[in-house]
């Protein structure tokens, strides 16, 4: 079915189209580059926080361990010290480790949401068969994901500050929820610095959802060959900037 014939109700899972934070919105995806680099730090804080640890642990005698249970014991520590080190900041620093927020890189859900806890296990979980398969399949894949994120659903983007201004729909169709104002607050916030041509369409396809939702906010508004952009801010009772 085209997207001019779904009803509201049906666009529900075309949402991901123009979802909050969308990879359609262009979500600032990190490369290979800078998540390399993110990552370089954080093994550089590693190789002086396990040796602490360890010290701490067994340098000072507080387990008081001896042959295969000591080895035991510290390869467990070890696992716990690396994957706590990068869990505990994704879920503390919202899906930022200080490798990341050096490089201003943060992990976000598939959509562009915050991750949840379950998520961030998840991609941290897969961490060490990363160390030897990442690379490889973040090569491959367009939204240089690692294994990790493919089973989590997670993405790693740029941890850009909002320079845009912030935008307010003065009109509003009536059937919409909370989540499709959001999703047009957020298309109007990054249109400016989109691909115009990418804008317009997205336009385009809001135009046809409030046509068909609400056709009375179109009752005046610019002629026809007006570009899309500026009659869905007149829609939807934006101010142009």
Known sequence: MSLEGQTSEQMHDTDSVLGIDNIALHLPLAGIGSRTLAITIDYAI????IPLVSLALFGTGLLGLEGPWLIVVFVVLLFLVYWGYFLLQEILLSGRTFGKMAVHLRVVGRHGGGASWTQLVLRNLLRPVDMMVGLPFM??????????????????????????????LGRIPAPWDARRVAIAESFLRRASGMDPARAQALATRLLRLIRQDDPLLLDGAPPPDTEPLAALRYALGVEES
């Not at 590693?46 to 926080?49: A, D, G, I, R």
């Open 139 to 168: 090569a491959v894949d367009d939204l240089s994901r690692r294994l990790g994120d493919r089973v989590a659903g997670t993405l790693v983007i740029h941890d850009r500050p909002q320079e845009a201004q912030d935008v307010s």
């Open 46 to 49: 590693l190789t002086v926080l």
